[in-house]
C-alpha cells in the first residue's frame, strides 16, 4: 500500500536558523511527491514537486526538498527560516494507478520563534 | 493563475438540515475534482474524486448517499451534506486538475468550508 509518513508533530525552529521538515514514502513504482502549507482556516498552497530529475527541488517562498531515493524521504528545508514561515505542512504522494489521488501525511506544525 | 474559490467559507446549520458546499475553478476547466475532509489536527482524508459530466467515485467508507457530489460543469463541483449531524461538523476542503494537464501537475486547492452543525 502507499504511504507517506511525517514523523514529527511539530517543529520548531528559531528565526533565521535552518529548518528541515521530514517527509517518507512507500509507493509502487516511481514516486511523484508534493509539499503543501496549510495556514490557519485556509486551503493548501503548493510549494514544491518532485517528478523526475534533479534531486534538490527548487520551491515557493525559498522552500526547497531533497529527493533520497535509497532513503525513500522527501525532505523540506529552507536555508533560513521566517516567522511567517510558521503554518502547516503536508507532504503528499500522488497515487501512481492513475486517479491523480493523493495520499497526505499526518502534517507537521512549524514553529518559527522570533 | 489556477485559484479555485469555495461558497460558502462558513456555515452554521441545525441538525437535519442539508448544506450545499460549491467549489469553482476561477481561472480554468477542471474534468477532476476531489473532496476532502479535515478534522481538527488532523490530515486530509479524501472523500470522492469528482469527474465532470459522471459519477464522483468515493472512498471507501464514505456514504454517497449521504455526501451528494454533483459536478455539472467544467468550472464548479458541488458537495451536498444531506441531514447534516453534528459529526459531520468538520473543514471540507476541494481541489482541481486543470483540463489537460500533464499527470504529473500538482492540484490547487480551494480555501476551505468550514461546517457546523448544531
Redesign the interface.
Known amino acids: 500500500a502507499q504511504s507517506v509518513a511525517q514523523p514529527e508533530d511539530q517543529v520548531n525552529v528559531a528565526e533565521g536558523n535552518p529548518l528541515t521538515v521530514k517527509c517518507t514514502y512507500s509507493v509502487s513504482g516511481n514516486p ?1 511527491l ?1 509539499w ?1 502549507v496549510q495556514y490557519p ?6 510549494l514544491l ?1 518532485y ?1 523526475t530529475g534533479d534531486n534538490l527541488v527548487k520551491g515557493s517562498y525559498g522552500f526547497e526538498a531533497e529527493f533520497n531515493k535509497s532513503q525513500t524521504s522527501f525532505h523540506l528545508k529552507k536555508p533560513s527560516a521566517l516567522v511567517s514561515d510558521s503554518a502547516l505542512y ?1 507532504c503528499a504522494v ?1 497515487v501512481t494507478s ?10 507537521t506544525r512549524l514553529k518559527v520563534l522570533a | 493563475g489556477a485559484v479555485v474559490s469555495q461558497h460558502p467559507s462558513r456555515v452554521i446549520c441545525k441538525s437535519g438540515t442539508s448544506v450545499k458546499i460549491e467549489c469553482r475553478s476561477l481561472d480554468f476547466q477542471a474534468t477532476t475534482m476531489f473532496w476532502y475532509r479535515q478534522f481538527p489536527k488532523q490530515s486530509l482524508m479524501l472523500m470522492a474524486t469528482s469527474n465532470e459530466g459522471s459519477k464522483a467515485t468515493y472512498e471507501q467508507g464514505v456514504e454517497k448517499d449521504k455526501f451528494l457530489i454533483n459536478h455539472a460543469s467544467l468550472t464548479l463541483s458541488t458537495l451536498t451534506v444531506t441531514s447534516a449531524h453534528p459529526e459531520d461538523s468538520s473543514f471540507y476542503i476541494c481541489s482541481a486538475r486543470v483540463m489537460g494537464a500533464s499527470s504529473y501537475n500538482e492540484q490547487f486547492f480551494g480555501p476551505g468550508t468550514r461546517l457546523t452543525v448544531l
Open positions: 511523484y508534493f503543501y482556516n485556509r486551503g493548501l498552497q503548493f514537486k517528478i503536508f500522488r492513475g486517479t491523480y489521488k493523493y495520499i497526505f501525511g499526518t502534517g
